[in-house]
T-cell receptor, first 111, second 109 residues
Framework: EAQVTQNPRYLITVTGKKLTVTCSQNMNHEYMSWYRQDPGLGLRQIYYSMNVEVTDKGDVPEGYKVSRKEKRNFPLILESPSPNQTSLYFC??????????FGPGTRLTVT | GQSLEQPSEVTAVEGAIVQINCTYQTSGFYGLSWYQQHDGGAPTFLSYNALDGLEETGRFSSFLSRSDSYGYLLLQELQMKDSASYFCAVKTGGGKLIFGQGTELSVKP
């Protein structure tokens, strides 16, 4: 089954404790991206990757890191999480940036 | 700045037709996409317009006017399962995609 998977689905953590949210796709897509969704703000792009070893900033990259060492994986790293990073996070992939397949989401709470 | 404007809420009855508008102001424009999202679940792709005109996919159609910086999503023969949030999104260049704040559609019996 073609899919984008994210782990964990739910995470409660404390300020400053480094965490990684994994994202994997099995559709051989070159393009992958991370978004955060907050009430009333829609989806905001954090980082995207056009191919292996190629990453670039979206609209809200501060406080986040990504890497793309393999085509199928695109982890999101929060080196020192803060409460304002409490959000619903989505990973997506696609053969193009305009048609993306989204993962199920990761609900992160930082206390 | 970059902005996409769409109505926050729309209500319609089952079987009716509804149009969700999207106007945009962005520094670059390559095309307009539409996504559907049910109750905080994964957004799903509906359509993409790169050129002016109407694109039809079953009960859903999407329209774009680049000269007016405007597009819309048209949903026909509304069903209860169409109750969801709908987002327009502009591809501005490279891999960047900017989303609107979403329109919550409520379909009433």
């Amino acid at each position: 089954e073609a899919q984008v998977t994210q782990n964990p689905r739910y995470l409660i953590t404390v300020t400053g404790k480094k965490l990684t949210v994994t994202c994997s796709q099995n559709m051989n897509h070159e393009y992958m991206s991370w978004y955060r969704q907050d009430p009333g703000l829609g989806l905001r792009q954090i980082y995207y990757s056009m191919n292996v070893e190629v990453t670039d900033k979206g609209d809200v990259p501060e406080g986040y890191k990504v890497s793309r060492k393999e085509k199928r994986n695109f982890p999101l790293i929060l080196e020192s999480p803060s409460p304002n990073q409490t959000s619903l996070y989505f990973c997506a992939s696609g053969s193009s940036s305009y048609e993306q397949y989204f993962g199920p989401g990761t609900r992160l709470t930082v206390t | 700045g970059q902005s996409l404007e769409q109505p926050s809420e729309v209500t319609a009855v089952e079987g009716a037709i509804v149009q969700i508008n999207c106007t945009y102001q962005t520094s670059g424009f390559y095309g307009l996409s539409w996504y559907q999202q049910h109750d905080g679940g994964a957004p799903t792709f509906l359509s993409y317009n790169a050129l002016d005109g109407l694109e039809e996919t079953g009960r859903f159609s999407s329209f774009l006017s680049r000269s007016d910086s405007y597009g819309y999503l048209l949903l026909q023969e509304l069903q209860m399962k169409d109750s969801a949030s709908y987002f327009c999104a502009v591809k501005t260049g490279g891999g960047k995609l900017i989303f609107g704040q979403g329109t919550e559609l409520s379909v009433k019996p």
